[in-house]
């Protein structure tokens, strides 16, 4: 067969061609987890490899803008561990995994202070230290940035750092199974090279999924091309579990108009650095709907608030909201916000440091993802990890911005040190070749179906059943609806067709990309039916209250014959010495800061 065209012919695939690859730890996604996951296993002599659909720099993670939470107390120094531990689970409603979240408290000051001797330029604040900024719901100027490039600075800094160890770096590559062995471990994974579609085998004694999330299941997201749920499907359909995937949190503020670029995140530092919010009558509405915490509320409280303003029509032309910050000198708006200057100046012709713009809600991360073990990352999958946000247990409910970077850096590094003590202890695994023959079979059905399904239309469809059925508002009425749309779809999508050759062929890669996000998009709804309250990023017209016996179990999902299985667990209580921070209704730092000022005769 051609070397630059593949053919598209099953008969035309020799399996003793494909290309193949030993390694100890491979490590799928090249964002901040994955990287920082590679740059963990490859400490000593171990082999590693990152494989990524997308190149090297150009992952998600560099559209995360507004910082990295950490409790340094550069600017604010009440501030601690335990109270972004109580802000992370006091945001997540009380379903995270207590664990996970102090773990990530506790380790985060360090990965963010690491980063800065790998070479991060951070702001400074005029003493010389990292600067922090305040950000939605939590406690304290809390926020490491670089402007609103943050992560462009992170991900700039793992991968010069990642090139310095001993990492392959495989670009392009899309993985379409996860291998196991004869007992269930994980033994590699299938895949093929975008470019011209050949295909490749990477046998590997453990695997660390570092993929994102799957924002593109709808219509009107934050989301770049990649995030279409790769690694949660790859892992749920050999066995792993998933968690608290109903939760998919929708950012408050993404463009509006012009709508070529609607959706696009506009961070929350916006706000952060003194932003308002107004409806069309110019009223600020958020001290309405959060007299105390006002425009930096939490994301799920904000994004119900617009969509609340528009559904009483005091919206603005596009359905969004007014998001103001020209009151503030256009110096100090450019030198603090240069990306949202430049974003809306060359997007949208709007000059932010003399006029509001339009904002309206956007889909920006899921909360839930394949549940991991919250010291070491791993599945129920032997030699299967997971970090960043295609994993759960960190925030429950409600993601509190600034906290996904740091989750990223924490995890990502236990992952891969996890990751690489297993494949220590371990043999190579044996593939099956029977398991890559059927991939290759499967993966190339496509091509022998000239009369079937569009695998663009099939997107379109599937983001209009999640973006109506399974949106920002939800009703059991409206998932049931949209369980049913999404079933007979995966009928249809069983037959999805491609045309041409493997080679630059952009409909292929869709055909995957379209199966995983219909996997996903069931667990979703299944999920949120089962959820029968309102809580963070759940919100059910039906059940419009949160609900105490709902906060003390999260919900599982396995893939059995074909369909998604939902359970209960009981959240893990939290140990007494924990439990005792929620004792008062504000922070512990928020309470020592109360404590000072009434010692020092300041008053509370």
């Known amino acids: 067969m051609s070397e630059n065209k593949p053919s598209a012919s099953l008969s035309a695939v020799n399996l003793d061609t494909i290309e193949t690859h030993e390694y100890d730890v491979v ?33 998600h993670t560099v559209m995360a803008e507004g910082g990295v939470a950490a409790s340094l107390g550069n600017v604010d120094s009440d501030d601690s561990w335990d109270t972004h531990f109580y802000d992370t689970m006091k945001s997540g409603h009380f379903i995270n995994q207590y664990r996970t979240a102090e773990i990530f408290a506790k380790e985060v000051p360090d990965r963010v202070l690491e980063l800065e001797t790998w070479g991060a330029v951070f702001d400074r604040t005029p003493a010389g230290k990292i600067m922090q900024r305040p950000f939605g719901a939590h406690s304290f100027r809390r926020l490491a940035h670089i402007g609103d490039r943050t992560g462009k600075e992170l991900i700039r800094t793992l991968q010069y750092k990642v090139i310095h160890q001993n990492v392959d770096i495989f670009q392009e590559v899309t993985t379409t199974r996860l291998l196991t062995d004869e007992a269930g471990r994980i033994a590699g994974l299938f895949g093929y090279y975008r470019e011209d579609g050949h295909f490749v085998v990477f046998r590997a004694k453990a695997i660390v999924l570092a993929t994102g999330g799957f ?33 998919v949190q929708f950012h408050p503020t993404g463009m509006v108009w012009p709508p070529g670029v609607r959706g696009l995140l506009v961070t929350e530092g916006v706000r952060g650095e003194g932003g308002l919010l107004y409806n069309s009558k110019h009223e600020r509405f958020m001290l309405r709907y959060d007299p105390v915490q006002q425009e930096l509320s939490s994301r799920d409280v904000v994004a119900r608030s617009i ?3 528009n559904q ?37 012709d709007v000059d932010i440091t003399r006029e509001a713009f339009e904002v309206a809600p956007t889909t920006h991360y899921v909360m839930g993802g394949i549940r991991v073990d919250p010291e070491t990352e791993a599945t129920n999958v032997p030699g299967l990890y997971a970090a960043g946000e295609v994993a759960c247990g960190l925030h429950g409910a409600n993601r509190l911005g600034g906290n996904s970077l740091g989750d990223i850096l924490v995890f990502g590094r236990r992952a891969g040190m996890a990751a690489l003590a297993y494949a220590q202890s371990v043999d190579y695994p044996t593939l099956i070749p029977a398991q890559i023959e059927e991939e290759v079979r499967r993966v190339l059905a496509p091509f022998s179906r000239p009369d079937g399904e569009r695998p663009y239309h099939m997107m379109s469809e599937l983001q209009e059943i999640m973006t109506t059925y399974a949106g920002i508002v939800r009703s059991g009425e409206s998932l049931a609806a949209g369980l049913e749309h999404l079933e007979l779809l995966r009928l249809r999508a069983e037959r999805m067709a491609v045309h041409g ?55 599982v999902q396995t893939w059995a014959d074909g369909h998604v299985v939902v359970r209960e667990e009981p959240v893990e209580p939290m140990p007494e010495h924990l439990a005792k921070l929620f004792e008062s209704d504000q922070a512990p730092g928020v309470v020592r800061q109360a404590a000072r000022k009434a010692n020092q005769g300041g008053g509370s």
């Open 27 to 59: 490590v799928v996604g090249a964002g901040g987890a994955g990287l920082r996951a590679a740059i963990a296993a490859s400490e000593g002599t171990a082999r590693v490899a990152v494989i990524s659909k997308s190149l090297l720099g150009k992952a």
């Open 215 to 247: 924002g593109k299941a709808y219509k009107v997201t934050s989301n770049s091309w990649e995030s279409t749920g790769d690694g949660a499907a790859l892992a749920f359909r050999i066995g792993a579990e998933l968690m608290d995937i109903e939760m």
């Open 307 to 309: 969509f609340k303003e």
């Open 312 to 348: 009483a029509e005091r919206g603005t032309p596009h359905g969004g909201a007014w998001l103001d910050i020209s009151h503030l000198p256009a110096n100090v708006v450019k030198a603090k916000l240069p990306g949202m200057y430049e974003q809306f100046l060359s997007l949208a």
């Open 501 to 555: 050759s493997r080679a630059y062929n952009p409909g292929w890669h869709t055909v995957f990309d379209v199966e995983s996000l219909i996997l996903l998009g069931e667990a979703v709804i299944r999920g949120a039916l089962a959820r029968k309250e309102s809580r963070g990023a759940q919100w059910r017209t039906d059940y419009p209250e949160e609900l105490p016996e709902m906060g003390k179990v999260n919900f």
